[in-house]
């Protein structure tokens, strides 16, 4: 069991939203993105892309602030997506994938600062 509880958004690509809450947000997403249960809204509207999620230490603050988001006006849960994401990128399209080993030459060079002479 997980110790954080989580408040998420799934949206289509036509931009109908979902909001959920779960302790297993990894599990929660690939429920929705395989249609496990498939007369579900999120199955029936093929919203299943990740586009905002909120972390709580406790399952009682992620279900009051999923009620809290649910009462709002659309316009508003679309700003709130928008200001963390603004191109409705799936957050969770890159879980499971191998992560790239580090090469010497992807470092950067070192920053320099120019000081003005007097």
Known sequence: MSEYAYVYILASSFRKLYIG?????MRRVSDHKTHRDTQ?????????KLVYF???????AAIQREKQLKG??????????????????DLSA???K???????????????FFTPSS
């Not at 809450?21 to 947000?25: I, S, Y």
């Not at 316009?75 to 409705?88: A, F, H, Q, V």
């Not at 580090?102 to 950067?108: A, H, K, M, W």
């Open 72 to 89: 709002w006006l659309r316009i508003r849960k679309l700003e709130l997506i928008i200001s963390t994401n603004p191109i409705w990128q």
């Open 54 to 60: 909120e972390r709580f230490t406790t399952t009682t």
């Open 40 to 48: 579900s809204h999120t199955a029936r509207y093929k919203i299943d």
């Open 98 to 112: 191998p992560i790239p080993a580090f090469e010497e030459s992807d470092r950067l060079p070192p920053v320099t």
């Open 21 to 25: 809450v779960t302790t297993d947000l």
């Open 94 to 96: 890159d879980w499971g």
